[in-house]
């Protein structure tokens, strides 16, 4: 398996991932973003600030749903299970297995309604793997 291991800080995003019932965490990068890997949905995890690790939906790309072909490329984590307050954080994240490209959907029902299914995907390959 590979595994990059980004690190970076987290900041304030559209907060649209809030009303779309998946708030993330936009990682703003402490490493160059030549090591950021392709554009994706991956299997990964975030480590706090304290040192805990937990299972994360990782989101790599431009947002292709509201910002077309040329929106700024970001890491984004959904962290499962989880509902504190990351902000500020200095955080590490790992990337794992893709799970699938990133997609331009016609509606933020589309995009939610795959997400859906991404964390279920990311769940089964994580304890395919333990
Ligand atoms: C698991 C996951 C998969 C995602 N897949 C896509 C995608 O295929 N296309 C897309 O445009 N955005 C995708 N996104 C990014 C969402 O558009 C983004 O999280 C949302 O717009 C909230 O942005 P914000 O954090 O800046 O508020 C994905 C996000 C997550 C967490």
Sequence with gaps: MTETVLTGTVVPGDRRGREL???T??????????TL???GVYEGWLEDM???????????GGRPTYYGAHGARLLEAYVLDFSGDLYGQRVRVGVRSVVRGQERFS???QLIAQMHRDVE????VASARA
């Design 50 to 60: 304290g040192g805990i690790r937990r299972l994360a939906a990782v989101s790599i």
């Design 121 to 124: 995907a990311v769940r089964r």
């Design 21 to 23: 019932g998946f708030p």
């Design 37 to 39: 890997p392709p554009d």
């Design 25 to 34: 965490a936009n990682v703003e990068l402490h490493d160059s973003e030549a």
């Design 107 to 109: 509606s933020s029902e």
